[in-house]
């Protein structure tokens, strides 16, 4: 059986990246027409159409995205494969690409990343920030080695790591009418007066569960894009909310007059890693979970 080489297929993941024949070229500092033949010659040995030649633009066929995400995966292998011939033993060091979520990343990031540096200089943190199901997806696409989220969440063929518990705070504008924060009450809210983040947002499904939300009368239908405009919406007092204790001395609530009041103390996420179930990196990611823990 022949098989495609390993450069045939960083040819073609730059294809897939660029989406141009001529600037995956020249990403991959060859000719374009030897990188046409690459391409060429990476078809031919699968028996299959990767790219479509129709369009002004490079469009990658079914089979071609499919071919893409087991090429990244069989990439990252080759790579640990050369990590381990030359006896590279050093933890964290070289490329991590880590994906985390919006409602973590300014909060947990600019106070662990300086020390994180210092204390690994030659580690290579390449950050993505989206929405959960998006950066689960590209884990299991090969383009994210681990992510740093809040569970639980519904996700197959991944490893998890609990990292630490994050509870959440009654979120108002400081004198609001809405509520009294020193004896809140789900049940006394008025109706459409909490306000949540849009689905597709894990906080959103978090906070329902967790502040055990029962009366979605009490939840206004459309729910806010970002944590930045839910803020500001809470000090317009348009509403309350339920925010994260890791936001309390966000840069999110400076200059702002919501304050956070705790409540009940079940009400919480778990904040962890998720990995690729079987991932050769598996003591670094919890090398690299356990210095979250301690440095948060």
Known sequence: MRLPTLKQLQYFLALTETGHFGRAAALCFVSQSAFSNAIQELEST?????????????TIT????DVAVQARLVVADAESLVDIAR????????????????????FVLPGVLPKLRKQYPELELLLTEDQTERIYRRLMDGELDVLLLALPWSMKGVEELPLFRDPFCLACREGTDRVDPEHYRFNRLDTDSVLLLEDGHCLRDHALAACKIRGTEKVRRFGAS?????????????????????????????????????????????????WRKGSRRVDEFRLFGEFFHENR
Do not use: K
Not at 258 to 264: A, E, G, K, S
């Open 62 to 65: 079914a089979t071609g995205q």
């Open 87 to 106: 006896g590279r033993d050093d933890p964290l060091t070289g490329e991590l690409r880590l994906g985390v979520i919006p409602t973590i990343a300014p």
């Open 46 to 58: 699968l028996g299959a159409e990767l790219v479509d030649r129709t369009n002004r633009n490079v």
């Open 226 to 274: 970002s944590l930045l405009t839910l803020i500001e919406m809470v000090d317009a007092d348009l509403g309350i909310t339920f925010l994260p204790e890791m936001a309390r001395d966000s840069t999110l609530l400076r200059n702002t007059r919501v304050r956070l009041y705790p409540i009940d103390e079940r009400s919480y996420r778990t904040i962890g890693l998720v």
